[in-house]
């Protein structure tokens, strides 16, 4: 599981709502630094808009959107917090709940029929 921080997971729900952004968008000029950690975390993908260089900034317009781990990754991160609870609070809770009930009702119970009277 990839680990992302919050404002991380902010901006790829953006992307997955809006499907493709401008690299001039405000969302993505507000802090190049997410958008760059997305793509070297491989969540995001960079998309060339034309080939054809702007000749003011010499520079290939080109677009963010989800790779294919990107499109995944909630589900993913959801099916992880399942295991989790499941592993780490559901079975605990039920041995608790296992062992109470042997020592406070069956072992009594046992130990009264065995003994003699």
Not at 8 to 22: F, P, T
Not at 62 to 81: K, V
Not at 100 to 114: D, G, K, S
């Amino acid at each position: 599981m990839i680990e992302t921080i919050r404002a991380e997971r902010v901006l790829l729900k953006k992307l997955a709502k809006y499907k493709s952004i401008n690299h001039n968008d405000p969302i993505i000029t507000k802090d190049p630094y997410l958008i760059k950690d997305l793509v070297d975390k491989g969540l995001v993908q960079i998309h060339p808009v034309n080939k054809v260089k702007n000749h003011i900034t010499n520079m290939v317009d080109f677009n963010y959107s989800l790779s294919p781990e990107g499109e995944h990754y909630f589900q993913e991160r959801h099916e992880q917090f399942r295991k989790f609870l499941l592993r780490s609070v559901l079975v605990p809770i039920i041995v608790s709940v296992i062992t109470t009930l042997l020592t406070t009702q069956l072992i009594p119970f046992i130990l009264h029929t065995m003994l003699p009277k």
